[in-house]
């Protein structure tokens, strides 16, 4: 873990557990010690969809339209998979504090196992919806078809999306809240060159007196929706190494044993539907 972060965990929790009551002061550092880093986090996930129409601005309003109109149904989708995070992430952080690793870990391992159902489910339904949902959000004819595929493809992505909140999540917890920031902010890293590939055609560009030949696919709307489905496929590897390789109390390893039982998942619903 990185020093300076663990440092940060260590005094809040000697603010924490403490028997002094702690002083105002010393709450709202410790609160902020822990909240920032997940502040950045989700703003760099909202801001995908900003870059994706930022970056298809150039080729007109219909293609600004296209992303914009699904932008918010995207929103939505992330605020179920962040709840379906919260309530794994919830009752691993119980266990991490009380020192039950064993049970924090078959936390983790089950919710690997429910990531992989439930991000099938939300992509297949995302999938499906997107045949109809420009139409019924009123979008006009000429940017249905580039709309409907993008939001189709982001549907794709689902899966990986919901690990990208689910194993960030659960990282946070073990006390790590540097590296899932940094994974996520990757995102949009990723996104802005893959974008820059995907959504121009191949061009000559011009610094002073020297001349670069960049390819493009030229796909457009569709490839910015490629941009942001790939970028949340290799952050969400990324991660997965990360909570399979790196020494902490929630690693976890392929070989173990995977099941899920009645009493997580129903806690995981209670934690997560408010």
């Not at 392929?254 to 009493?263: N, V």
Request: one cysteine or more.
């Amino acid at each position: 873990m990185n020093g300076k972060v663990q440092n940060n965990v260590n005094a809040v929790a000697k603010i924490l557990n403490r028997d002094a009551m702690p002083t105002r002061k010393e709450q709202i550092a410790a609160v902020m010690t822990l909240a920032w880093p997940a502040i950045i986090e989700q703003v760099m996930i909202t801001m995908v969809q900003y870059v994706d129409t930022a970056m298809v601005g150039g080729l007109g309003q219909n293609a600004t339209a296209s992303i914009g109109i699904t932008s918010t149904t995207i929103w939505l989708f992330n605020g179920f998979l962040a709840a379906a995070g919260m309530g794994f992430s919830v009752q691993v952080a119980q266990y991490v504090g009380a020192k039950r690793e064993d049970e924090a870990k078959d936390i983790v391992r089950q919710a690997v196992l429910f990531n992989l159902f439930f991000g099938l489910f939300a992509g297949i339904a995302a999938v499906a919806l997107s045949f109809w949902l420009p139409g019924l959000l009123g979008a006009e004819a000429a940017i249905i078809p580039d709309a409907s595929r993008y939001f189709r493809i982001i549907g794709y992505s689902m899966p990986f999306l919901l690990a990208s909140t689910l194993i960030s999540s659960i990282i946070r917890c073990s006390g790590d809240m540097k590296t899932p920031m940094l994974l996520n902010m990757l995102i949009n890293v990723f996104n802005i060159i893959l974008n820059f590939l995907f959504i121009y055609p191949s061009r000559t560009i011009e610094l002073g007196t020297m001349r670069f030949q960049f390819w493009g696919a030229g796909l457009g709307v569709t490839g910015a929706a490629i941009g942001s489905a790939v970028s949340a496929f290799i952050v969400s590897v990324l991660l997965f190494l990360v909570l399979y390789r790196k020494k902490s109390p929630v690693q976890i390893h392929i070989r173990e044993k995977y099941r899920l039982t009645k009493e997580c998942v129903g806690t995981a619903v209670r934690l997560g539907i408010p």
